[in-house]
């Protein structure tokens, strides 16, 4: 298993891997251009795992000075349960701790059980004391 930063080089690859997993969901903020802003607007935050050169799991990560976000932690079936997903998360995390970032969150689908149950095992906390807001500013409602 070979881990590394993401690049934009990876993004069909990545594309595939996602529309492959189950409770991924994917919008046109996920365009090649819009990967693209995000990886460069934090670089060296996000992760890829590869078995003999072939793409089998990523993780994507951001922060805004404060805070930290993690997106689109996916690993093929074939692959799972194999310590990939937690090595990213872990490789993330201490990206994001280099930053000086030490708290991150991220956002489920609520049908996504596997998903909840990951993280819960990770340690990470399932909040109930606040709700997520979204505005689209503009003419798009799929961003």
């Not at 990886?39 to 922060?63: D, K, Q, W, Y």
């Not at 280099?98 to 399932?126: T, Y």
Request: proline share 1%.
């Amino acid at each position: 298993m070979y881990y590394r930063t993401m690049t934009i080089n990876d993004y069909d690859a990545a594309i595939a891997l996602w529309g492959e997993s189950e409770g991924v969901r994917l919008r046109d903020a996920d365009s090649r251009e819009g990967i693209e802003k995000y990886l460069l607007r934090n670089p060296g935050l996000s992760f890829v795992a590869e078995v003999e050169g072939g793409l089998v799991g990523t993780i994507m990560a951001g922060h805004d000075g404060k805070r930290g976000y993690i997106q689109h932690l996916s690993v093929a079936n074939s692959h799972r349960r194999a310590g990939i997903a937690t090595q990213l998360v872990n490789l993330c995390l201490e990206a994001l701790k280099n930053e000086g970032i030490l708290k991150s969150h991220l956002m489920i689908l609520p049908e996504n059980e596997a998903a909840k149950k990951f993280w819960a095992n990770q340690g990470w906390a399932c909040r109930s004391d606040i709700q997520l807001y979204s505005f689209i500013n503009g003419d798009d409602q799929n961003v």
